[in-house]
């Protein structure tokens, strides 16, 4: 009797103590991300390494500062090395595993295999050929793009990638574009040839779970200038009819990102780029058009936007554009910090009111949205 007198309070007290445990716990989860969990969401980070423990950094972004996405590359552009992140199928596939197992909320992983001379996943270290828009735009044949992006898209989801930069649906106004038409990165000049080909691509995208990102918005097929060098200003070449295949694709059912342009188009915007403008992705893109997926900045640290404007100008005036998430490829120049400082801008910005919560708040919830289409939460 002794016995059962000690051990019956004793369970008791036990069973309150857990109680009281979880119900301290559910109150905690309850009330949601702070602000800060939330603006980690919004970037997305390149790194060097083929494990997470090449660079601690990423570590660190992801675990502690709750990172929304990372993007993968297969050279180094400051080193001049094709030592990044890609050495072999199993070496993606173990390092994207890794990635996601040190995140809280499952990653954005994303890259750029459009194919042709912009793809990551070479022929030298084990993957499949492949060819360029241009090819296909040319060929004009929906089984031979439909074969080269099944290929493709089947690759990507057996390696862990949830995200690809591509296709890109820039018209190909000028040939001689040292970045979009002499590199044959477009299908063709053609609006109409350029929306069939990437509606089968990004329909192959769906099949595999992987969000397609069209580029570069609105419009970068016309200019003379690489704008990771430098500002490309497309006033005087851009003409309207490098919007239809974004207002086209965005009447149909399929899920896509939008990647922006670091491109000056003074016809839609008289002083700033396309990335850091409101009218632009906000009130063309959003409004006009009727975008409502997620919008991706092109790389933040590219010189058309380092070179022109500090970091803070420029994370204020694109997350106030309406971009959703902002990329920082660490490829054009190599910041080991920039979550933490990116984190701390934006933070800053929200507490002197040049940013809104509320727009921090729209920005998660896309992330968020597009996570949950990807199956990657609940």
Known sequence: MSKNRIFLPFALMLFLSLSSLSACQLTDDSQGPTLEQKVGQLLMIGFRGYQPSDTSHINRDITEHNLGGVILFDYDVPTSRPVRNIESANQVRSLNTSLQNLAQTPLLIAIDQEGGRVARLKPARGFPET???????????????????AEQTALLANLGFNVNFAPVVDLNINPDNPVIGSIERSYGADPSLVIKHASIVIEEHQQQN????????????????????????VTDTWIDTELQPYRSLAQTEYQFGVMTAHVLNKNLDEELPATLSHSIQTGLLRNSIGFDGLLFSDDMQMEAIRSFYGL???????????????????????????????????????????????????????????????ELID
């Open 131 to 149: 060819v360029s828009a241009q090819y296909l735009g040319s060929t004009d044949n929906r089984d031979t793009t439909h074969a080269y992006a």
């Open 210 to 233: 992987i969000l397609p990102v069209i580029k570069h918005f609105p419009g970068h097929g016309s200019a003379w200038n690489d704008s990771h060098v430098g500002m490309a200003d």
């Open 312 to 374: 803070e100008f420029a994370i204020e005036h694109a997350l106030n554009a309406g971009v959703n998430m902002l990329v920082f490829g660490n490829n054009s120049v190599y910041q080991p910090d920039i979550v933490p400082d990116a984190i701390e801008i934006i933070l800053n910005l929200v507490e002197n009111g040049a940013v809104s919560e509320q727009q921090i708040d729209d920005s998660f919830e896309r992330v968020m949205e597009t996570k949950r289409r990807l």
